[in-house]
Nanobody, 124 residues
Framework: QVQLAESGGGLVQAGGSLRLSCVASGRTFTAYGMGWFRQAPGKERELVAAINWVGDDTYYTDSVKGRFTISRDNARNTVNLQMNSLKPEDTAIYSC?????????????????WGQGTQVTISS
């Protein structure tokens, strides 16, 4: 089983940037794909971005394409989410998640572990 701990959330103005990080422990990091989810009040949890184990295949939901970049550092057991040109509608709790296999996870059912989450708030 893997443990996940996010950091980097906060409050920024629209148009600004934030970088989220997630450190994994308890399971061989290169054995699984990773992703970032978000959940806004009153809305369903949404997969925002995902990356396969080696980092050469990624997925982004349409609303963040061109603004968000997911990356991973396997030497540091870390996955990052660089968020640029932030909008008020990006406000949510962001959680990292670990997939069940090394492949690119693109569905919620592909993920087996989630972190506690970090709050991201974008002011207009």
């Amino acid at each position: 089983q893997v443990q996940l701990a996010e950091s980097g959330g906060g409050l920024v103005q629209a148009g600004g940037s934030l970088r989220l990080s997630c450190v994994a422990s308890g399971r061989t990091f290169t054995a699984y794909g990773m992703g970032w989810f978000r959940q806004a009040p009153g809305k369903e949890r949404e997969l925002v971005a995902a990356i396969n184990w080696v980092g050469d295949d990624t997925y982004y939901t349409d609303s963040v394409k061109g603004r968000f970049t997911i990356s991973r550092d396997n030497a540091r057991n870390t996955v990052n989410l660089q968020m640029n040109s932030l909008k008020p509608e990006d406000t949510a709790i962001y959680s990292c998640a670990a997939g069940g296999t090394w492949d690119l996870p693109t569905r919620q059912t592909d993920f087996v572990s989630w972190g506690q989450g970090t709050q991201v708030t974008i002011s207009s």
